[in-house]
């Protein structure tokens, strides 16, 4: 079929519409939603997190998420408290580093037989997790997480998220671009990550060692809510423990 003809189909049509639109918003906090909506289009999915590494760093910074309020615990909290250290991405992150599009469920890693699966991604109720791996500086990368609980994903749909990989690429590093810019995000350097996963843990909830990094890097109370998308007066209470 000619490229004029496919251009005219009325599914195309569509597409490019939602393409003008995310590209529209590629520098609003909420483009990452959108652009998660946009994907289930051609690959079926429940939730979407974009977290950002620091080469050398194995614990994550949350970006964007539609994880509802009451999953938060099983989500964050389990993962930075501990599952984070066999998450079966970072293997790929750290010998790699280059962009990609990484499936995760009981077949590509042998989940079953791992803590990972016991201790955490069991508890999700996940059945894939397609992670979009996303080189955005020297040093850093994107990472956006898709999660299934109807399946796993199939050929058809990895093979057209493949394809719009390079999209998917452009409108995220822009974003990541603009926000570092507007609001001075930077990952710690790995001595700070690493001890910061350590320290404390008998004190400190997940949670509140995650608090403690943003006051690291200086976010006042209000700026800290706004990136865990949780009320000030909640944040207050973590840093009143944290002091303690």
């Known amino acids: 079929m000619a490229l004029n003809q496919i ?61 509802p309020a009451h999953r938060h615990y099983e989500y964050f909290d389990n993962y930075l408290a501990s599952a984070y250290k066999d998450d079966p991405l970072l293997d790929k992150l750290r010998y ?26 069991e508890d999700l109720h996940l059945e894939d997790e397609i992670a979009i791996l996303l080189p955005v500086a020297p040093r850093q990368s994107l990472v956006l997480s898709i999660g299934r609980q109807g399946g796993v994903a199939r050929d058809d749909e990895l093979a057209t998220l493949s394809s719009v990989y390079p999209l998917i690429e452009c409108l995220l590093k822009n974003f990541w671009k603009q926000r570092s810019a507007q609001q001075d995000v930077r990952l710690m350097p790995p001595s700070v ?43 207050k209470v973590h840093r009143k423990n944290i002091y303690a």
């Open 7 to 67: 251009l005219s189909l009325q599914e195309v049509v569509n597409w490019n519409m939602t393409l003008a639109r995310l590209f529209d918003r590629q520098l609003d906090n909420d483009l990452p939603g959108l652009l998660s909506e946009a994907m289930k289009q051609f690959i079926e999915h429940d939730t979407f997190i974009l977290k950002a590494y620091d080469d050398g760093n194995d614990l994550p910074i949350f970006i964007s998420h539609d994880i």
């Open 96 to 121: 790699d580093g280059t962009g990609s599009v990484v499936q995760i469920n009981a077949s590509t890693c042998s989940l079953k037989n791992t803590a990972y699966y016991r201790t955490y991604y």
């Open 193 to 235: 990550q690493t001890r910061l996963a350590t320290f404390g843990e008998e004190l400190l909830t997940a949670r509140e060692r995650e608090v403690t990094r943003w006051m690291l890097q200086g976010k006042s109370t209000k700026e800290i809510a706004r990136v865990l998308e949780i009320s000030a007066q909640t944040i």
